[in-house]
């Protein structure tokens, strides 16, 4: 499979605990983002990496969350001290350099559920 | 901000019948993307819109690119069950480099 793979699918944490999500983007790309799904909402932009450089943040991205491509292939996102307010899906996305940067392809998403 | 407001908020049809929905914003997009997503699951990607005027077919689906660049429709012929699920319609405004989504359409498919 040569998709966004991301890692866990599902994580139930108390609040106060750190938290970890992993995304593989698609081999060639070189554009990967995060984005937070609540319920019936379309998918919110955190932050994105053109290699390893991370070149834009969100407002959402409070100060407990941190994201890192250290070398320009996979990426982790951490939350720390989460809150149940951090519940929701956490969604990577990946797209190619060129005239198709714009197209992102999703990967399954990370459901966090904090107690 | 951005904003795109996608309609209708969601769709009851019968398997065979026609569906269009319409996603527009009050600014100018340079790319429009529609996803659909199941339950539990992230975006795939339908089909990509890249020039005003452009209509794309991917299958039974057909997307347009709307000439003033501040809209775009999604249309399904002949509906089957499999096509449930929320269709999310998404864009990059003009000077921006983060993908908008509007709020999407559910699609329920009785068979």
């Known amino acids: 499979d040569t998709g966004v793979s991301q890692d866990p699918r599902h994580k139930i944490t108390k609040r106060g605990q750190n938290v970890t999500f992993r995304c593989d983007p698609i081999s060639e790309h070189n554009r990967l983002y995060w984005y937070r799904q609540t319920l019936g909402q379309g998918p919110e932009f955190l932050t994105y990496?053109?290699?390893?450089?991370?070149?834009?943040k969100s407002r959402l991205l409070s100060d407990r969350f941190s994201a890192e491509r250290p070398k320009g292939s996979f990426s982790t996102l951490e939350i720390q001290r989460t809150e149940q307010g951090d519940s929701a899906m956490y969604l990577c996305a990946s797209s190619p350099t060129g005239l198709s940067t714009d197209t992102q392809y999703f990967g399954p998403g990370t459901r966090l559920t904090v107690l | 901000g951005q904003q795109l407001n996608q309609s209708p908020q969601s769709m009851f049809i019968q398997e065979g019948e026609d569906v269009s929905m319409n996603c527009t914003s009050s600014?100018?997009?340079?790319?429009w993307l529609w996803y659909k997503q199941d339950p539990g699951e992230g975006p795939v990607l339908l089909i990509a819109l890249y020039k005003a005027g452009e209509l794309t077919s991917n299958g039974r689906l057909t997307a347009q690119f709307g000439i003033t660049r501040k809209d775009s429709f999604l249309n399904i012929s002949a509906s089957i069950p499999s096509d449930v699920g929320i269709y999310f319609c998404a864009g990059f405004q003009s000077g921006y480099s983060t993908l908008t989504f509007g709020k999407g359409t559910m699609l329920l498919v009785s068979p």
């Open positions: 600014s100018i997009f340079n790319t």
């Open positions: 990496f053109q290699n390893e450089a991370q070149l834009e």
